[in-house]
């Protein structure tokens, strides 16, 4: 009787072609693709209408692109640590990981500070508005992968992450990775079409 009824739980039991929590990360990611393609859209779409102040990028974008590179480079050592069950390699990377995205996160403070010394302001052309406000945006997005990534880390160090249970560090990873690839697309944006 026992093994009858455990076997109908078992046979009523949903399976997933993929995980739920991936699926909605991925349409968190979609989302994201989708606002960006507008902001950038709307840039371009605006500048064609004329009056658009033309003036440098902060250098500061650079060095801010590189160490988003790096830390996605950080983040994929991590995961494979993990895969490896190597924790601490793991521990480190995302150590790392996570000092390089709030060194990112700094960087594009002062990225703005820098805009401002130049006489750039978020309320002036619209083209120094577009700036501020699509890079602001992603940064609103790398505080949440930061805060992401915090969250991985404590697991991490509670022996939560391993090559068993690797779906936490998996979406990390690909949520970081994908933080990455925006702004380094942003970045070249910005820089061919002032």
């Known amino acids: 009787m026992m093994t009858q009824s455990f076997k109908t739980k078992q046979a009523n039991t949903p399976e997933y072609a993929i995980n739920p929590t991936k699926f909605v990360l991925w349409l968190l990611i979609v989302a994201s693709i989708m606002l960006f393609a507008a902001f950038t859209s709307a840039y371009i779409v605006r500048r064609g209408e004329g009056n658009w102040l033309i003036f440098e990028l902060p250098s500061l974008f650079m060095y801010s692109t590189a160490i988003i590179a790096a830390s996605s ?19 480190t990377g995302l ?73 936490t560090i998996n979406l990390c990873t690909t949520y970081w990775h994908f933080l990455g690839l925006v702004w380094v697309y942003l970045y070249f944006f910005f820089t061919l079409n002032r």
Do not use: R
Request: charged share 10%.
């Open 95 to 167: 150590g790392i990981t996570l000092a390089l995205g709030i060194a990112f996160a700094i960087s594009q403070w002062f990225a703005w500070k820098q805009l401002v010394a130049n006489n750039i302001h978020l309320v002036g052309n619209p083209s120094e508005s577009f700036v501020y406000i699509i890079s602001g945006v992603h940064l609103l997005h790398m505080l949440g992968g930061l805060v992401f990534l915090l969250i991985v880390l404590v697991k991490t160090f509670q022996y939560k992450v391993h090559k068993k249970n690797l779906l």
């Open 73 to 91: 480079i950080a983040m994929q050592w991590a995961f494979m640590a993990a895969k490896k069950d190597n924790l601490t390699s793991l521990k």
